[in-house]
């Protein structure tokens, strides 16, 4: 998944598990990676930009041992996206690269929740 401001969209069954992983690179058309190892990485869903935080994942919840070549992955647990309601959420990936200075980049993601389905038995 492209962090650049494109639209993205994530889709999930309620309940589902699954990994993302995120690239972060130069703007445009470069696909120059971004050194992410040291930035502190923040993944949030609500349900409006400003809405309550339905769902959050802090820089420990995620792996950037490729952090150098720009990959950041976490996982999404069952539990996670269990008591999240189907329908559209807004996502955002956030690096803070340098508290002090304040370099801070964001991108907003489509999140959508379906609703899982259920066999009769």
Excluded: C, W
Aim: avoid cysteine; proline fraction near 2%.
């Amino acid at each position: 998944m492209d962090a650049e401001q494109t639209r993205q969209q994530l889709v999930f069954k309620s309940g589902e598990a699954d990994a993302i992983t995120f690239f972060y690179h130069e703007g445009g058309d470069s696909q120059t990676p971004i050194d992410i190892s040291s930035a502190e990485l923040n993944f949030q869903v609500k349900k409006r930009k400003t809405g309550e935080i339905v769902l959050e994942k802090t820089d420990l919840d995620f792996d950037k041992s490729q952090g150098s070549s720009g990959l950041a992955s976490m996982v999404l647990q069952k539990d996670d996206t269990k008591d999240i309601a189907a329908g559209r959420y807004v996502s955002e990936i956030r690096a803070i690269f340098d508290a002090a200075d304040s370099i801070d980049k964001s991108v907003d993601i489509d999140f959508v929740v379906i609703a899982p389905v259920h066999k009769d038995a």
